[in-house]
């Protein structure tokens, strides 16, 4: 019992540091404002696009069964998660001077944003493979991808990401901080908060590279591997079928750079501070999820006759109402 004690003692010893400095986006006041305005009209962008997708698919029935609009549904919830990981803090923090997060909340911020982040990359990886079963087997596409296979497909993602990120704040949460405790960044990530540990990380950042940055790149390379098939696939087909399944394939490409990319960038190389880190920050949490929504609607028709029932639906409810 008394070595317990002195063991937890020394470790709250080792680990002086309570909390976590956020130098945000900016040191300027005036600029902080307009930024604040601008994430603002951002964030209501990304709510109402995404909650607008989830309310699309989950109550048209016709869409629902459509594994494509499954993922969908799912990929623009977990955008919806994502965002509120990171941006109500970041809003927060605009209108005041001192930007601090507390260690646990820090450790929250990993732990969610990690979770969310790898999920989402393994759900945009079962939807290449989607993809690739709609174009090179369509008559037999919705026997493969049936309700229950997309349904543990989704379960494995979520899974998938629970592992990672537990794994993260697990390697983080061993290291003692008695020292510096500011983060060059507007959120807490694990390359930032490492490099502020009172030992030597090298080992530890070796196990991040391989968790994070592997994990990005492979499924980057298998993306881009299921989209060279799908391509060459095409060259086979029909011209308008092909012009449509092009569409769909440019799109997801899009929404897969824009997240793989600032991923591979960030945590596939030693933990150092670039000036272009910040931005590719803010494209992961802000950017891609507000496209999102826009890049998947904009042209597909399906989703915007679902849309425009959704809409009618509401108003002749209204109608009833008021009556």
Excluded at 23 to 36: A, I, Y
Excluded at 276 to 304: E, G, W
Aim: aromatic share 12%; hydrophobic share 50%; glycine share 4%.
């Amino acid at each position: 019992m008394s070595l317990g004690i002195l063991d937890l003692m020394r470790k709250e010893n080792d680990s002086k540091v309570t909390e976590f400095v956020l130098l945000g986006l900016s040191s300027s006041w005036e600029l902080q404002l307009f930024l604040f305005l601008i994430f603002v009209l951002l964030y209501m962008v990304i709510v109402l696009g995404n909650v607008l997708i989830m309310l699309t698919v989950w109550t048209d029935a016709y869409l629902l069964q459509l594994p494509m609009y499954f993922f969908l549904g799912h990929l623009s919830f977990l955008d919806l998660c994502l965002s509120c990981v990171t941006v109500p803090k970041m809003l927060g923090d605009f209108l005041q001077e001192g930007k601090v997060i507390s260690f646990s909340g820090c450790l929250a911020q990993i732990y969610f944003l990690h979770f969310l982040g790898a999920s989402e990359m393994l759900l945009l990886t079962v939807m290449a493979y989607d993809r690739y079963v709609a174009i090179g087997n369509p008559l037999h596409y919705l026997t493969v991808m049936n309700h229950q296979l997309c349904v543990q497909l989704v379960f494995a993602c979520w899974c998938g990401g629970f592992i990672h990120s537990i794994t993260q704040v697990t390697l983080v949460i061993q290291l003692p901080f008695c020292g510096p405790n500011e983060l060059d960044n507007f959120y807490c990530d694990v390359p930032q908060v490492i490099k502020l540990a009172c030992v030597d990380t090298y080992v530890i950042e070796v196990l991040m590279v391989s968790n994070s940055g592997l994990l990005s790149l492979i499924c980057f390379l298998v993306l881009l591997f299921s989209y060279a098939v799908i391509l060459i696939t095409l060259r086979t087909r029909f011209r308008q079928g092909q012009s449509k399944a092009l569409s769909t394939c440019a799109s997801h490409l899009t929404v897969v750079s824009l997240i793989f990319v600032p991923c591979v960038f960030i945590y596939l190389r030693p933990f150092c501070s670039f000036s272009v880190d910040k931005v590719f920050s803010v494209f992961y949490t802000v950017i891609t999820p507000m496209l999102n929504p826009l890049i998947y609607t904009l042209r597909n028709a399906d989703v915007k006759t679902a849309m425009k029932k959704l809409r009618k639906k509401h108003v002749t409810s209204c109608c009833h109402v008021k009556e």
